[in-house]
C-alpha cells in the first residue's frame, strides 16, 4: 500500500498548493473564472508540472514501467482496437439505457453539424484524457504497486485511487462567504466533504470496477495501449450520449444510471463487471494454450 500512499501524497500536496495560490490569483483581477474551477485546474496543472519529477524519484520513468513498452506499430493498433472495443462496449450499456427508458432522445435535437462538432470534440478530448490518466493510473500507478506488493494490490489500490479521485473536487464557495484563506479553506475542505455522500455510491463502484477492468488488461497485455484505447471509446460515447438524450428521473430503473454522467452507474458497474470476468478467464485460457 506504500506507493499508494506516495502518490495519494503527491496529489494532495499538489491540490494544497492550488488553495494557496487560488485567493491571491483571484485577487489579481488576472483571471474570471469561478473560485472552485480555478482551485482545481491549477492543482491538474501542478500534477502536470510535477508528475516527470515524482516518477523520477520513484524510477517508474522508464517505457516498460509507463506502459509504453510495444513497438510504436504495435501499440497504436492496440490502441485503436481498444477504441472501437470501447465504443462497443459503451454503446450497448446506451442501448440498454434508452430501452429501459432510462435516457430518452433529445426532444429537440440540435444539428447535425453540432453532433459532428461534439463527435470530433470527445474524440480528441477522449485521447488525451485516455493518454494522461492511463499512463498515470494504469501505467506509473501500476507498475509502482505490481513490483512491490504483487498482482491484487496494484489491481485494487490503482482501481480505488482512480475511482475515487474523480470525486475529489473543490467546492463552490457560498454567495455569503468571502474568498479568503479562510474561504480557500472551506472549498479545500469540501474536496474530501463533498466526497463521503451516498449519490456518488454508485458512480464511484461502477469507476471503481472499471479500474479493475483496465488494470487487467494491462496485466495481461503488458501495456497500456488498449487501455488508453478503451478510455477513449467510453469517453466518446458518455460524450455524444449527453449530447443527444436526456436522463429520465422518472424512470422506474432510473436508479441504475448514476448521477455523474447519467451513465456511469449500477447498470454499468454490473455489465464492465461480468465482461472483467469473461475477459480474465479468456485470456487466461488463451495464454495458457498460447
Known sequence: MRPTLQFFAY???????AAVLTPPLMASGWIEVEPQRLMGRLAQLLMLVGIWPFLSWQGLTNRAALGYGPSWPDWRRAVVGGWVLGVLILLAL?????ALEIRLPEARPDPWTSLVAK?????????????????????ALYSG????????????WSAALYAVLHFMKPGALPETMVLDWSGSLWMFAHVF????????????????VVGVFLALVRERTGHIGWCVGLHAGWVLVIQVTRKVTDGNDEASLAFLAGAYDGTIGWLAAIWIAALTGVYWI????RRGSG
Do not use: P, Y
Not at 504497486?145 to 485494487?156: D, P
Not at 466533504?193 to 471503481?208: E, P, Y
Not at 479468456?282 to 485460457?285: D, E, N
Open 193 to 208: 466533504i463533498d466526497l463521503f455522500q451516498w449519490k456518488h455510491l454508485d458512480s464511484m463502484v461502477a469507476l471503481f
Open 282 to 285: 479468456w485470456s487466461g485460457r
Open 94 to 98: 446506451v442501448m440498454a439505457l434508452l
Open 119 to 139: 463527435s470530433v470534440q470527445a474524440l480528441i478530448g477522449g485521447l488525451l484524457i485516455g493518454g494522461l490518466e492511463e499512463t498515470f493510473f494504469r501505467g
Open 145 to 156: 504497486i505490481r513490483r512491490r506488493n504483487g498482482l491484487a494490490s496494484a489491481v485494487v
Open 11 to 17: 496529489l494532495l500536496v499538489c491540490l494544497v498548493l
